[in-house]
């Protein structure tokens, strides 16, 4: 199951477990802070231009 938003955003109300089966062991992965700025940056272009 993909995100359909920015809900795994740093600073952002997070689950911790997954929405759809209700399983505790989250897959996660550490990020750099540009990839972070980059995808919020993109999000926030994305929202612009709908």
Do not use: W
């Given at each position: 199951?993909?995100?359909?938003?920015?809900?795994?955003?740093?600073?952002?109300?997070?689950?911790?477990?997954?929405?759809?089966?209700?399983?505790?062991?989250?897959?996660?992965?550490?990020?750099?802070t540009?990839?972070a700025?980059l995808?919020?940056?993109?999000?926030?272009?994305?929202?612009?231009?709908?």
């Amino acid at each position: 199951m993909a995100p359909r938003s920015d809900v795994l955003m740093l600073g952002i109300g997070h689950f911790t477990a997954c929405p759809a089966c209700g399983h505790r062991l989250l897959e996660t992965q550490v990020t750099s802070t540009a990839r972070a700025a980059l995808a919020e940056l993109a999000n926030k272009i994305t929202r612009l231009v709908r």
